[in-house]
């Protein structure tokens, strides 16, 4: 199992700012992942975090507006930058502790910008 | 990636099984079938997870279909706290990604 701790839990924050979001776990992983659930939808895809190299994005999604940061295997940072209201959502880490095995989330960040 | 297609709401009674089914008619050989729960204002947890074998685990069963074209899953007796949306998702040996379709909204009723 893992236990992730995300941060901040929420924040309401100004447009044209940036927030970092933090994602601790206890343990080493091989896989972080970033979602995105905006109000009342699913969850969607940011990008892949990979160790020691540049993360994967998905389409739509790209480095200058979520840069990501995965300085070791039990830590990640999720940047939203120049933020506008349409970034108001939930963003969540989560973590594959072996291949093929099952996800565990973090209990994400409330994101509003004002 | 394969696609699910899921009920957009069911509800049950407390103490009742519950039948949440998933049809996935794409699916491929090596696709396994996700089962994750989001209760509210939480991050999605693992349910149980198969593929091609019925599975049972302390949470809940799942049932898949011989030509795996569809699945099953069974809460054996549900409870208030098994309120959530549930997600089938499909996804390829050797792909960690997990894509999240629109799931199913389990309401119960005490």
């Known amino acids: 199992s893992a236990v992730i701790s995300q941060k901040p839990s929420r924040d309401i924050c100004q447009r044209g700012t940036s927030l970092t979001i933090q994602c601790q776990v206890d343990s080493q992983v091989t896989m972080m992942f970033w979602y995105r659930q905006q109000p009342g939808q699913s969850l969607t895809l940011i990008a892949t975090?990979?160790?020691?190299?540049?993360?994967?994005?998905e389409s739509g999604f790209v480095i200058d507006k979520f840069p990501i940061s995965r300085p070791n295997l039990t830590f990640s940072t999720l940047t939203v930058s120049n933020m506008s209201p349409e970034d108001s959502s939930i963003y969540l880490c989560?973590?594959?502790?072996?291949?093929?095995?099952?996800?565990?989330f973090g209990s994400g960040t409330q994101l509003s910008v004002l | 990636d394969a696609k699910t297609t899921q009920p957009n709401s069911m509800e049950s009674n407390e103490e009742e099984p519950v039948h949440l089914p998933c049809n996935h008619s794409?699916?491929?050989?090596?696709?396994?079938i996700h089962w994750y729960r989001q209760l509210p204002s939480q991050g999605p947890e693992y349910v149980i997870h198969g593929l091609t074998s019925n599975v049972n685990n302390r949470m809940a069963s799942l049932a898949i279909a011989e030509d795996r074209k569809s699945s099953t899953l069974i809460l054996h007796r549900a409870t208030l706290r098994d309120a959530a949306v549930y997600y089938c998702i499909l996804s390829n040996f050797g792909n960690e990604k997990l894509t999240f379709g629109t799931g199913t909204r389990l309401t119960i009723i005490p």
């Open positions: 975090a990979n160790q020691g190299s540049e993360a994967t994005y």
């Open positions: 794409t699916i491929s050989g090596t696709d396994y």
């Open positions: 989560s973590v594959e502790t072996g291949f093929n095995e099952k996800l565990f």
